[in-house]
């Protein structure tokens, strides 16, 4: 018989159980990463996004990928074989679809829990991926130690694995971050990696005895089955982009009458009343519409030009818009799908909008024409964009306001002492000469809070604001009490591009325990 050898010297039918080996490891780490970036998303509804919540997702999954290594290393000297990495492939699809049941195990427990953001975080991650970050760590140095068996070229192996381990890691991360999550979401992506981890599996599995693979088929539908029977395939979000997990819920009351809120994540961002788009039900949004009148002293019919930063429900562009029809108004919001969900289910008309889906500084800074009014409305309570908050942002602004034009900014922090807040008060006071907070109802303790922030270089404004319009509601300066209180403004920091810690200030409001 004839052996066919190629030009490295290596047969070939050895070179091709070689390219199946490297393709095995390649396709492992990319499914490896699209389960890490996955992680962020199903965990969002639950504890928001922020550096901590990645934090933990990439901590355990890279723990897991570690002790994988590690035991595929033992078990590859101790006699591990392509059997062995078929089990590990097929286990790994087993508890990647696991991982949805845990979520729908744990999540209610973790809701109802006192822990803060951050442990639960951790909770979360470690329960639905340390086990399968830590099976598909295995089959790289399996399969790498099964190669050298089959050629001696050492570096050359070892290189060409570890290279193809980095490269799958980093196909796994673009597919998913920008084009598997906005098309397909998340349990479908689950689903899609079993298979796929499946069909790796397969080919190792060919030399599996009978009891064995009754076992492991038995186990692959037990997941299947109990997944299902605890829900865990439901899907919390009606719609995931790459931005967000989004839900439009039914908010109608007695007192108001039908309405329709945004909830992006975990945080309602917007109440909209299906006939009457100027009534503001949110007090933060109402208040920031009286503010406007208070400070234009009630001349609000002509063509004043607004722009929005972020869009989420437009609630508030979609009042401008109905109680000033002559109004210019222009919203920057990132996510188009934010923008077509609210159009779609929000009772929300764009055509007398200028809608740019860019992010809101580039916007901004790139438009020659002034504003009278610039309101910031992309926020949420532990993710705030930092290069929204900086000093070198407020002169953005500044240089963008008409010389009577009104900063207005909402901001979810602790209450009594705020030092997110109180960061961005000093910051602003360098650029304006009012800067003002403001709150519809001071609470007693410690609280989380939505803050109303304006900042003009006109009149000041007074103590006190009742509403003129919409609901019976009375708001009034706090900045005083809060720069009086708690941590000194001396020992905050200005917030700049170069350095804004925006996760240690609002550090308390993340380890504070409370029901998510």
């Not at 819920?249 to 917007?270: E, F, K, N």
Request: glycine share 8%.
């Amino acid at each position: 018989m004839v052996r066919l050898i190629n030009m490295s010297g290596v047969p070939v039918s050895t070179r091709r159980v070689l390219i199946w080996y490297s393709f095995t490891i390649f396709l492992s780490s990319a499914i490896l990463l699209v389960l890490e970036i996955v992680a962020g998303r199903l965990i969002a509804p639950y504890v928001g996004v922020s550096l901590y919540s990645w934090t933990s997702i990439i901590g355990v999954i890279l723990a897991g990928l570690s002790l994988g290594n590690w035991l595929g290393g033992r078990w590859a000297d101790r006699g591990g074989n392509e059997l062995s990495v078929g089990i590990v492939l097929l286990l790994a699809a087993v508890f990647s679809i696991g991982s949805l049941m845990f979520l729908s195990l744990i999540a209610p427990w973790l809701q109802e829990s006192q822990l803060d953001l951050i442990s639960a975080s951790f909770l979360y991650v470690l329960g639905m991926f340390f086990i399968p970050a830590v099976l598909l760590g295995i089959p790289t140095p399996l399969l790498t130690t099964l190669a050298l068996g089959l050629d001696s070229r050492t570096g050359h192996i070892v290189g060409r694995m570890h290279a193809l381990a980095a490269l799958g890691s980093i196909l796994g991360t673009f597919t998913t971050g920008y084009w598997l999550i906005q098309y397909f979401g998340t349990r479908v992506i689950i689903i899609g990696c079993a298979v796929v981890l499946v069909v790796l599996a397969a080919p190792f599995l060919r030399k599996v005895r009978t009891k064995q693979a009754a076992f492991l088929v038995v186990l692959a539908v037990g997941s299947l089955v109990a997944t299902h029977a605890r829900n865990g395939f439901a899907n919390p979000c009606e719609r995931e982009s790459n931005y967000f997990c989004m839900r439009v819920v039914d908010v109608s009351q007695p007192s108001y009458g039908p309405a329709r809120a945004l909830i992006l994540d975990h945080l309602m961002h917007g109440i909209n009343h299906e006939f009457e788009p100027a009534l503001m039900i949110s007090p933060y949004v109402h208040a920031m519409d009286e503010i406007m009148r208070v400070h234009f002293k009630g001349n609000l019919n002509y063509r004043q030009r607004y722009f929005f930063m972020g869009g989420g429900a437009y609630t508030q562009p979609r009042a401008v818009s109905a109680m000033y029809p002559e109004a210019q108004v222009t919203v920057a919001e990132l996510d188009p799908l934010v923008t077509a969900t609210a159009r779609e289910s929000l009772f929300l008309d764009t055509s007398k909008m200028e809608i740019i889906h860019r992010d809101a500084r580039a916007v901004l800074q790139s438009r020659q024409q002034q504003y009278d009014v610039v309101v910031a409305d992309g926020f949420h309570d532990i993710s705030v964009p930092y290069h929204l908050v900086t000093r070198e942002f407020a002169q953005s602004v500044k240089s963008r306001l008409a010389p009577n034009g009104i900063y207005l900014i909402n901001i979810i922090d602790l209450h009594p002492d705020p030092k997110l807040v109180k960061s961005l008060v000093k910051t602003l006071q360098a650029e304006f000469e009012h800067v003002d907070v403001w709150l519809d109802k001071v609470p007693f303790g410690t609280a989380r809070v939505t803050y109303v922030i304006s900042a003009q270089n006109t009149a000041a404004f007074p103590e006190n604001i009742s509403s003129q319009t919409g609901f019976s509601r009375n708001w009034q300066k706090v900045k005083q009490r809060l720069v009086s209180f708690g941590t000194p403004m001396a020992e905050l920091p200005m917030l700049t591009d170069d350095f804004v810690p925006v996760e240690r200030l609002l550090a308390g409001m993340l380890f504070a325990p409370g029901d998510r």
